[in-house]
């Protein structure tokens, strides 16, 4: 984009933000120039060596967060960044409009190195720096995040060589009278803030209790699906749950009731990616793949609470 476009751009751009620019504000929640040092080095091009330049770190970045924030495919969010005049300003004006492959492979990237971890350790560590450290203990639970099952039958192989279009690794799960496919993801939030701290993936058939993201020192609260399962805070506040020959105490289930007006907070991530950022269905067909999905539906979502916590303090 030359010069004169760009100028013609944000000229229009200010008339638009005085009716309200939500990505505006959540823009500026945090640095975002600090991961590009994290980021910079999945690229093998540079002045010495040649080849073509790679887009922008910030605006590959900025990207994923866009597509998370409104659930878009890799085609809606090329499409839309060319549409959108809040989506350009988002990304900074830049000069070339991140494509539909350009974007996969973006990802594919960031599965095949540690980028991912440490984009993750970074957020973390800005929202700490904010003032939005873990004081009052932590709430850990877990969602299905579905798929589609394909028309290949319950037996047929799903390998890297199946020739299906179900997923590979997505497994079958069980709640209630509903049958879910595909994948959880597993959250550990913030008690006071409702920030995620940690996010973990399994496929959907694994137990919630099999995964552990507390840490020693912490208070965690979750629900009746983990009980029997100690985990690795030094407080826990699992719910009971009642077993054969052996039903709740009244002393259990007062203490279930006021375990469960605190865990149910945890749901909260759920609601806001599932509904407002129309999220919980992925097409990706590998648990890594649906893993960065879900890194980056959390951080999104993060950046969405810091702007209500920020604008409540």
């Known amino acids: 984009m030359d010069n004169f476009s760009t100028f013609i751009f944000r000229e229009e751009y200010e008339k638009y933000k005085k009716l309200g620019d939500t990505l505006s504000n959540i823009s500026d929640s945090i640095d975002w120039e600090r991961f590009r040092v994290i980021i910079s080095p999945l690229y093998k091009d540079n002045k010495n060596d040649g080849g073509r330049p790679h887009l ?104 890297d060589e199946a020739l299906t279009r179900r997923s590979k690794e997505g497994t079958w799960s069980k709640k209630g009278n509903n049958s879910y496919f595909g994948y959880k993801m597993h959250t550990l939030v913030d008690k006071e803030f409702m920030i995620i701290r ?49 039903p709740l105490s009244c002393k259990e289930k007062r203490r279930n009731k006021a375990i469960s007006r605190i865990r149910s907070l945890g749901e909260l991530p759920y609601a806001v990616m599932k509904r407002i950022f129309k999220g919980g269905h992925v097409l990706v067909t590998t648990i890594e793949r649906v893993h960065v999905k879900n890194i980056f539906s959390c951080f999104s979502y993060n950046l969405y609470r810091l702007k209500s916590v920020q604008k409540a303090m």
């Open 198 to 246: 940690e996010v973990g993936t399994s496929t959907a058939s694994l137990h919630d209790s099999q995964i552990d993201l507390t840490e020693p020192g912490q208070t965690v609260y979750r629900d009746k699906g983990y009980f029997g399962v100690k985990p690795n805070a030094s407080m826990d506040k699992t719910m009971h749950r009642a077993t054969r020959d052996h």
């Open 56 to 159: 922008d770190e910030i605006v590959m970045i900025k990207t994923l967060v866009l597509q998370h924030l409104y659930g878009l495919s890799d085609y809606e969010i090329e499409r839309n960044i060319y549409d959108r005049m809040s989506f350009r300003h988002f990304l900074g004006f830049p000069d070339t409009i991140p494509d539909r492959s350009t974007i996969w492979l973006f990802r594919e990237r960031l599965i095949n190195s540690n980028c991912l971890d440490l984009i993750w350790e970074e957020l973390q560590h800005q929202i700490d720096k904010l003032g939005f450290g873990i004081h009052r203990g932590v709430i850990q639970d877990a969602t299905f995040i579905t798929t589609d099952p394909g028309h290949a039958k319950k037996d047929k192989p799903r390998g």
